[in-house]
């Protein structure tokens, strides 16, 4: 019914604009962002490192039993409506917290009754190019590279936000050329 985000940062930007959009595609209709929980199913996002509420909404048992990049998702009752909390310790948690959400949404799984907790295995997930300067690929079985070297960093095209938003929505935290 509504989109309560916490927190202002690139990450938590990105955070919302992920669960607005995503939310957008796959219910057919934009869902608002809200300033307050007045209906059921209101989805908060936001960090314990950035905002009281999601604290108090989390409980301090479940704030050390995820790191950084970790989130919880969780159903939950605040102000006596139901709501769906999305949380992490840190703004990069929420990001994949959300990722995930969209994800338990694409795939038809129940979303009454959500408690899952989760964090990354490993700290660094990265993915390997092989690219080279000239725009070849050292392994160049798929053509040239996706960068633009020669544009780089004073002109971004649109599919490098792609790229990385693909990539942050499986958990790939880190890219090598």
């Given at each position: 019914?509504?989109?309560?985000?916490?927190?202002?940062?690139?990450?938590?930007?990105?955070?919302?604009?992920?669960?607005?959009?995503?939310?957008?595609?796959?219910?057919?209709?934009?869902?608002?962002?809200?300033?307050?929980?007045?209906?059921?199913?209101?989805?908060?996002?936001?960090?314990?490192?950035?905002?009281?509420l999601v604290r108090s909404l989390i409980g301090s048992k479940t704030i050390n039993t995820v790191n950084g990049e970790g989130?919880?998702?969780?159903?939950?009752?605040?102000?006596?409506?139901?709501?769906?909390?999305?949380?992490?310790?840190?703004?990069?948690?929420?990001?994949?917290?959300?990722?995930?959400?969209?994800?338990?949404?694409?795939?038809?799984?129940?979303?009454?009754?959500?408690?899952?907790?989760?964090?990354?295995?490993?700290?660094?997930?990265?993915?390997?190019?092989?690219?080279?300067?000239?725009?070849?690929?050292?392994?160049?079985?798929?053509?040239?590279?996706?960068?633009?070297?020669?544009?780089?960093?004073?002109?971004?095209?649109?599919?490098?936000?792609?790229?990385?938003?693909?990539?942050?929505?499986?958990?790939?935290?880190?890219?090598?050329?």
């Amino acid at each position: 019914s509504g989109i309560l985000t916490e927190g202002r940062s690139a990450t938590m930007n990105a955070a919302s604009h992920e669960l607005q959009a995503g939310l957008a595609g796959l219910l057919g209709n934009e869902i608002q962002f809200v300033t307050g929980v007045t209906s059921h199913g209101t989805v908060i996002a936001g960090s314990t490192a950035n905002s009281a509420l999601v604290r108090s909404l989390i409980g301090s048992k479940t704030i050390n039993t995820v790191n950084g990049e970790g989130f919880v998702i969780r159903t939950a009752v605040y102000n006596k409506k139901k709501i769906i909390l999305i949380a992490g310790n840190e703004d990069t948690g929420v990001l994949y917290g959300v990722f995930h959400f969209l994800q338990l949404l694409q795939q038809h799984k129940q979303i009454a009754e959500l408690n899952i907790e989760t964090s990354p295995a490993t700290a660094i997930r990265v993915l390997n190019h092989w690219d080279n300067l000239d725009r070849t690929v050292e392994r160049g079985y798929a053509g040239f590279s996706l960068w633009n070297w020669h544009t780089l960093p004073g002109y971004l095209m649109q599919q490098y936000t792609d790229y990385a938003r693909a990539n942050a929505s499986v958990g790939i935290n880190g890219t090598v050329f």
